[in-house]
Structures are given as C-alpha cells and as structure tokens.
C-alpha cells in the first residue's frame, strides 16, 4: 500500500503540470477574436413617452400608474404595451415634462361649438331662508355659453324634465345632442 502511494507521488511530481491539470475550456478559444455582444435593447419610442404623459397630464392627479397602463393598453395595445413599472419609473424621470404638459392642457382654448349644437342639461338644489330644499334644471348651450334654461322644478320626475326641455327647444330651436351627467332621471 506504501508502495503505490509513493508511486502516486512521483507520478505527480514527475509528469508536467499541462498533463497533471485538467485543461479549462473558455468561452472563447485564447486566439480568436470575441464575438461582438448582441445590440442593446433599445427603450420604448418617443410617441410611448409622449402618450403616457399626456394620459397622466388628462387623467389628473387622482389616476395611478395602474390605470394609465391599462388605459395606454387598451388604446395602443396592438402597437405598444407598456408596465406600471415603466410608468412609474417614466413619471419620476419626466417630471418637467408632465407639468409642462399640464399647464398646455390648462390654458388651451375651449374646443368651439356651433351655437344650438350642444346642450348641457343638470339638476341642482339649492336651500332658502326657510330650510326648504328646492331642485333646480339647468340646461346651457355649449357654443354660445347661453343658459338656455334656468327654472325651479316641482319634482325630479322625468316628464316635468322632457316638460321644461320641449319648452326649451320650442324657444331656441332644437339642438342636435343633449349632454347629462346619467343620473337616474336623464336616462330615459
């Protein structure tokens, strides 16, 4: 048994280190040039970026990167998608960008109208001097900023509305679309 451990420990001395030594295979052989590293993947396109933040800039304040992912998903999903995280991380980065494309939303001129184009129809209440709460129609002409209608109301009944609209429209003509904000009443 002593005999072959010597023998091992001559063999190891003896045999040069190239033989001892398993030979370690690199990715690239010693004398050939390295392959060029594939492109970097490039970021998302300029219309992305502008879109998202003109989605933030319209969505306000109140909106999160969740809903504008999914709100530019659903507008642009069959050319781009993009994450919250890239949302999140775009918003942080364009900070100067988004207020400044807040402040053009803000002080663009209103759309125009033709006059008796548009009309917007509301109730409000207001309360007199006696406590009693009394409902208010309100119906407006979006092109010429004229309130067309302005009457206190008995009930909020449908038929007393479509009443004092018809009486509306007999006065300054009919308009071609009427604009409610869907409560229960303007439905029908």
């Not at 060029?36 to 989605?55: F, N, Q, S, T």
């Not at 809903?67 to 775009?90: M, S, W």
């Not at 002409?141 to 009443?163: E, F, M, P, Q």
Request: hydrophobic share 45%.
């Amino acid at each position: 048994m002593l005999c072959l451990l010597f023998v091992l420990l001559l063999l190891f001395i003896c045999l040069p280190r190239a033989v001892r030594r398993p030979k370690i295979f690199h990715r690239h052989p010693p004398n050939a040039s390295p392959k060029p590293l594939p492109p970097k993947k490039k970021g998302k396109p300029d219309w992305v970026i502008a879109e998202v933040l003109r989605l933030k800039a319209l969505m306000g304040s109140g909106a999160g990167v969740r809903k504008i992912a999914a709100t530019f998903n659903r507008l642009h999903g069959a050319r781009a998608t993009i994450g919250k995280t890239f949302v999140a991380d775009l918003l942080i980065s364009h900070q100067y960008e988004l207020a400044c494309a807040k402040r053009s939303i803000r002080n663009k001129p209103p759309t125009p109208y033709r006059v008796n184009a548009v009309w917007a129809l509301d109730l409000t209440f207001y309360t007199d001097a006696a406590k009693n709460t009394h409902t208010v129609l309100g119906v407006i002409d979006h092109g010429s900023r004229l309130v067309t209608s302005l009457k206190v109301i008995v009930n909020k009944r449908a038929w007393t509305i479509l009443g004092h609209l018809c009486l509306a429209m007999g006065q300054y003509g009919k308009p071609k679309a009427i604009r409610t904000d869907n409560e229960g009443v303007c439905a029908t």
